[in-house]
């Protein structure tokens, strides 16, 4: 019998499956071996080293409900490996498609041969299932992984092919924070990548990073989406538990400021008792995750570098380097300050940029009426944003000094292919086009310019609407996402005959400088006082209008070490209200409000007081008593300089007869 047993454990030994309902980490403990090439412990994996790990691994195992686990956790703490080990596990125990995806091809493509391929030679399990590289071998390269019962895909999150290849049941997602806003026109990279895995009902998701900007990171969304645990850890002292924090970490310092080494002491929260580093081990095995939220499918883990384990990243370390971050911060550059918070305390960076509180736009709404100019405003500008559903319309009143009122919102429901018919938002947006709207004084303007942009899926919709309308000063506009630009540029003229001559009355393309336009609405957001420059909402405006307005940031990045400012949206904001703003203010450029001064506001007041549209004085003058009903309507608001033209009737619209070009 013993004989028999013995050859048993040999048979079992040599390759018989192990258990189905083995946990990720008992997998790794028994079977993962660790490469020189990538592990500063090479040898067989200890998940007693790292004793945090074991619970969001075991949670990505055949016998857990989790269906993602996000990990937003620091440099030097095992959340590479984490990641490999279930990967080896998934192999070997559970096999089915898997996708890997990195920020880059060429991240992807190395992560294979120092990651994948030194941990399938190392481990003996994994070693017998997958095979080496081969050039001729379709099965077998870089990129592509091919195993009883399954395959690994390896992708780049700036390759939209790569991410809609094929349908997979586990995602790992590493370093999510660093893929791309928008991969090849094709949305967000992580919403391209889930969407392979909806086809199976116990799909696995492993997402993890280091954070970046507070409010466009990835991985916070993703950690506060979840339930939020935290790893608390017992001191040795009173045996309270806590979690690390920053703040406790203690020092002397030399004479320049600087820690002085063998000095740095983590101070318990409880008792304040200093803790010397060789705790940690104690500290980490006796430790365990307390999440702040509910439980459910979504499991979110916070680590930072604190705890990262003894002879690996040291709290010496930690606070030499902010020693040397913060100096570099006090002199302007706040490039390492930022890395070392992202990749040490695994906390978001926010960056002073250009920030507009929502919240105080909401507090300081006035109480406007709808559709009334207020009496310092002159003239009329509109900007249009085109979605896959609707248009969304925004009207401006601007006065002298560029202030400004919102006078009206509208959403026009309704495919914009659809150029005509009751329900197309195209026939909409000429209703609004003709709204005489009352002014403060007792008269009434029109709008006298329309931006709409056109850098959207309806782009013929837009230019034809544009050309047949350019008598009203319709604009068709494209935004510029680059430093510098004008608000307004030089059009280009798109309807050339086949001669390659110009039209006479083709449709012209107006560029929209958005990063200036935002930048000059965000500094006019913050002004304190109204006055020029101003810019007044309504209560009447839902709360959307105050969140899109203020839906971007501008940050700063960091390309090859070069600081560079970009707006950036956070994932899921929305921000027509922003967009619409900037195309009215081109608007208002394209009029030349901009160069207009006191005493061209003064003509113009004067120009269509003639017209009795409004009072000659300021507030001292009365009212017209009545306006001639079947008088057409002039333009709201026409140049400085410029002779009143008698408009010719059109339908029911007033056309300026002779209009080309600017005012």
């Given amino acids: ?36 090439k990538g592990a500063a412990e090479p040898g067989p994996y200890r998940s007693d080293r790292t004793p945090y790990v074991r619970e969001p691994a075991d949670l990505l195992s055949e016998s857990s409900d989790v269906e993602c686990v996000v990990l937003q956790w620091g440099a030097q703490v095992g959340k590479s490996e984490a990641g490999n080990n279930w990967l080896g596990y998934v192999i070997d125990v559970a096999p089915g498609p898997i996708m890997a995806v990195q920020p880059t091809i060429d991240l992807a493509k190395r992560y294979s041969r120092q990651r994948i391929a030194p941990m399938v030679l190392e481990t003996p399990r994994l070693r017998d299932k997958v095979s080496e590289n081969r050039s001729r071998d379709e099965a077998n390269t870089t990129l592509l992984k091919d195993f009883p019962g399954g395959v690994l895909l390896l992708a780049g999150a700036n390759s939209a092919a790569g991410l809609r290849s094929m349908p997979v049941r586990y995602l790992f997602l590493d370093e999510i924070d660093a ?42 969304a993703a950690y506060l989406a979840g339930d939020r645990r935290r790893y608390h850890v017992p001191c040795p002292h009173c045996q309270v538990e806590q979690v690390l924090a920053w703040p406790n970490v203690r020092w002397q310092r030399d004479d320049v400021g600087a820690p002085i080494p063998g000095t740095v002491r983590y101070a318990c929260a409880h008792c304040a008792t200093l803790i010397e580093e060789h705790h940690k ?11 702040e939220g509910t439980a459910g499918r979504v499991a979110s883990f916070h680590l930072s570098a604190l705890y990262s384990p003894l002879g690996w990243y040291s709290w010496e370390t930690a606070a030499a380097e902010f020693y040397e971050a913060n100096e570099a911060a006090k002199a302007g550059d706040v490039s390492k300050l930022r890395a070392w ?5 695994a906390e978001t960076w926010e960056d002073a940029g250009d920030k507009v509180s929502e ?22 500008v509109a900007g249009v944003d085109v979605q896959a559903d609707r248009l969304e319309a ?27 018919g009751p329900t197309s938002p195209w026939v909409a947006l000429d209703a609004l086009l003709e709204v005489q709207f009352a002014h403060g004084s007792g008269g009434t303007l029109s709008i006298a310019a329309t931006a709409i942009d056109s850098g959207g899926h309806h782009t013929s919709e837009v230019y034809h609407y544009a050309r047949t309308r350019a008598w009203r000063r319709v604009l068709a506009v494209k935004g510029q996402s680059q430093a510098g630009k004008p608000v307004l540029g030089k059009p280009t003229d798109l309807d050339v005959n086949f001669r390659g001559v110009k039209l006479r009355k083709g449709v012209k393309l107006w560029p929209v400088g958005a990063d200036t336009g935002k930048a000059t609405l965000y500094g006019r957001l913050r002004l304190a006082a109204p006055g020029p420059g101003y810019v007044h909402l309504p209560t009447w405006a839902p709360r959307e209008v105050f969140e899109q307005i203020t839906a971007e940031r501008l940050a700063t990045r960091y ?30 450029h394209f009029l030349g409000l901009p160069r207009w001064r006191a005493p061209d506001w003064e003509r113009l007041r004067a120009k269509l007081a003639q017209r009795s549209l409004l009072p000659e004085s300021n507030e001292d003058a009365a009212a017209p008593d009545s306006q001639d009903p079947a008088a057409p309507a002039a333009p709201s608001a026409p140049p400085p300089d410029a002779t009143p033209r008698t408009p010719r009737r059109v339908g029911r619209i007033a056309k300026p007869k002779g209009f080309v070009g600017r005012w």
Avoid at 185 to 207: Q, S
Avoid at 281 to 291: D, E, F, K, N, S
């Fill in 1 to 36: 019998m013993l004989a028999a047993w013995d050859l048993l454990r040999a048979a079992a030994a040599d390759g018989f499956a192990p258990p189905p309902d083995l946990t990720v980490s008992q997998w790794a403990d028994a079977y993962r071996m660790l490469s020189s």
């Fill in 179 to 220: 893929f791309p806003l928008d991969v090849d026109g094709e949305g967000d990279p992580v919403g391209l990548a889930e969407r392979r895995t909806a086809t199976f009902a116990r799909r696995k998701i492993l997402k993890t990073s280091t954070p970046t900007l507070r409010d466009f990171s990835r991985i916070e």
């Fill in 281 to 291: 081990p104690y500290m980490l095995a006796h430790g365990r995750w307390i999440a």
């Fill in 341 to 345: 918070t992202n990749t040490v305390l």
């Fill in 359 to 380: 919240g105080e736009l909401q507090r300081r709404a006035e109480p406007l009426e709808r559709r009334t100019v207020p009496e310092r405003a002159l003239v009329l």
């Fill in 394 to 420: 925004y009207v401006w009143a601007y006065g002298p000094g560029e202030e400004s009122w919102l006078v009206e919102r509208e959403v026009l429901h309704g495919s914009p292919s659809e150029l005509d």
């Fill in 559 to 588: 390309v090859k070490g070069r600081p560079k400012l970009e707006w950036l949206k956070p994932a899921g904001r929305r921000n027509e209200a922003l967009d619409c703003t900037v195309y009215a203010l081109a608007a208002a």
